[in-house]
């Protein structure tokens, strides 16, 4: 009897039926785990992001902490007492929740009146993943400066020459400040504190103030801050680069990536500090003279127009500032510092002096000698230098970041 062959070809496609639903079974499997595989990454990265927010929160907490540490030292713990290291933990009030992770905080010694500070924020391991660490470096300011808030300042009494102009930045703001009597053959704009006010120069928009019962400018060049000293800026630091003593070619400084802030600086070390210009010097930046400054050409100082609120003066004289000759001239945006007062040499009214910013000087102020002219206007904007006169500071009074990296 013959072979039934319908019954053959149904058999034949159930085979082929069969195969096609373990495949098509394979498949689905295939994609259910591609598919798990993939939520499962997505869940991990998701945990993993979730723990880098965590740390980099753990890290500018601990940031905070410590300059609420710095503004409250009693509210402190024993340990934080700078150079430290304090390891800090993070709560909820309401309800009380411990927050996930922790945060280790270094504070440096205090460098005129700054702290450098590394907080290192830790996440923890309970989403499953390891922990994570972000760190972030800032510079805290601690206390507040003294603002400088009139054009001349002077620890002895002065005489305005003829040639002479100090102006406030507005009416009735200071313009002169002065431990003794303040002998006007100039003009004045504005307040004068002093014993009194003598002379028959012009004097607008002011009246005599009490004298303060502080010397007004800083009471010696070692009260100023020492410039010449490394540096930290955006995080790093950094050197300022000491120069000749003496600028016989036309010269022109200023910022560099080794030294951002265009600090230059006499060495006590040659020729005592001194500095003797006989071309032009152009100083995009801050110039330091350890001992007297000599100009017989141009000085001009400007400040960092690519990176204010740097809060540096603009020059800083140990000793003092001799004018010489009838084409020497001096212009300086900022504040200029001079320890022992401004003499000249066979100066003429064609020799000129000139400040926008404020003029501080600790003794002997303008001597006699000095014939040029001398304009100085206050200008605000260059003024609150912190930690200029390190003895001008009001302990635990603000905190303030100037600098920030991570």
Known sequence: MKPNRPTRDWSRRGGIALVLVVLVMALATI????????????????????????????????????MYYLLNPANAPASFSPPCTVTATFATTQPAVT??????????????????????????S?????????????????????????????????????NATFSSSSANAPAIASNGVVTNSGHISG????????????????ALLPASSTPPAPSAAGNVTDYTQPYVFQGSLYNPVAIA????TA???????????????????????????????TINGTLIVKGTLTNTSAINITPLTSQPNTYLPAL??????????????????????????????????ATNVTINGALLITKNAINSTYAGTLSVTYNPTYTNIPSFDVND????????IIAWSE
Not at 99 to 124: A, E, L, R
Not at 245 to 248: D, F, H, L, T
Not at 252 to 281: A, F, M, Q
């Open 316 to 349: 800083v004289v140990n000793n003092e500032l001799s004018m010489s000759g009838h084409s020497a001239s001096l212009n300086a945006t900022g504040v200029t510092y001079i320890a022992n007062g401004i003499y000249g040499v066979a100066t003429s009214s």
């Open 245 to 248: 003593s003496s600028i016989s």
């Open 191 to 206: 307040n004068v504190s002093a014993s009194n006010v003598t002379g028959v120069g012009a004097w607008s928009n002011g």
């Open 126 to 162: 309970s989403a499953g993943v390891k922990p994570v660490t972000r760190t972030i470096t800032a510079e805290i300011q601690a206390g507040t400066p003294l603002q400088i808030n009139q054009a001349g300042a002077f620890n002895s009494p002065i005489t305005v020459g003829a």
């Open 251 to 281: 010269t022109s400084l200023g910022p560099t990536p080794s030294n951002p802030l265009g600090i230059y600086y006499t060495s006590p070390s040659v020729s005592s500090g001194n500095l003797n210009v006989s071309k032009s010097l």
């Open 393 to 400: 500071w009001a302990s635990n009074s603000s905190v303030k």
């Open 99 to 124: 927050m996930p992770g922790s945060v280790t905080i270094q504070v440096g010694s205090p460098s005129n009146h700054c702290y450098k500070v590394v907080s290192i924020g830790s996440s923890d």
């Open 31 to 66: 994609l259910a785990y591609a598919m798990l595989s993939a939520a499962a990454v997505q869940a991990t990265a998701g945990a993993n992001a979730a723990a880098a927010a965590n740390a980099r929160a753990q890290a500018e907490s601990g940031i905070h902490l410590a």
